[in-house]
């Protein structure tokens, strides 16, 4: 399986607190995204970066990109409890994206 | 923009029945739309790629036979699954792109929950 991998599994913080979720994968990429699946729902898509890119930022999201480790990071930044939900990484594009493995955040109050 | 919308939601059926699930893109035209399934606190696991007007690519493992997909339009896929067992049962989600403007990103359905009783 090209399946990434994604750490922790589950992070459970309180509300005003910064979340750091971490994504690793296997091949060489073009770009690497990252979605939120609130429970039973569809994807959201949140943001892409590209391979020649290190860092990007979006609101209250930051995400970092290291190709030689091939490694990403999502930082959520002053978290709000309707951040809970669960983010993927995803590498690859418009043919095929293969996903990681996810992590479970819930932001408490 | 860029909404994608699946029916029904949801769907509860009999074991040894087919079951359909469309995937429709509201505000664009999809040449290229993808078959995802989910099972609980578990990723996605792509399915097949659907090309508007080809037949689908599927990955390795999947039945085409068991999972037909059918990609009519630029705007609708089908995905149905015949002769419905237990196992079966997941949450299964479209995605598709976006052919003139963005192709990096895909635009998820909410999902369709499938149970077979």
């Known amino acids: 399986s090209q399946q990434g991998e994604e750490d922790p599994q589950a992070l459970s913080i309180q509300e005003g607190e910064n979340a750091t979720m971490n994504c690793s994968y296997k091949t060489s990429i073009n770009n690497l995204q990252w979605y939120r699946q609130n429970s039973g729902r569809g994807l959201v898509h949140l943001i892409l970066?590209?391979?020649?890119?290190r860092e990007k930022h979006s609101g209250r999201l930051r995400v970092t990109l290291d190709t030689s480790k091939k490694s990403s990071s999502l930082l959520i930044t002053a978290s709000r409890a309707a951040d809970t939900a669960s983010y993927f990484c995803a590498e690859g594009g418009g043919n095929k994206l293969t996903f990681g493995t996810g992590t479970q955040l819930k932001v408490e109050l | 923009g860029a909404v994608v919308s699946q029916h029904p939601s949801w769907v509860i059926c009999k074991s040894g029945t087919s079951v359909k699930i469309e995937c429709r893109s509201l505000d664009f035209q999809a040449t290229t739309m993808f078959w995802y399934r989910q099972f609980p606190k578990q990723s996605l696991m792509l399915m097949a790629t659907s090309n508007e007007g080809s037949k689908a690519t599927y990955e390795q493992g999947v039945e085409k036979d068991k999972f037909l997909i059918n990609h009519a339009s630029l705007t609708l896929s089908t995905l149905t699954v015949t002769s419905a067992h237990p196992e079966d049962s997941s949450f299964y989600i479209c995605s598709a792109t976006d052919h003139t403007t963005n192709q990096e990103t895909q635009y998820f359905g909410p999902g369709t929950r499938l149970l077979v009783l």
């Open positions: 970066i590209r391979s020649n890119e």
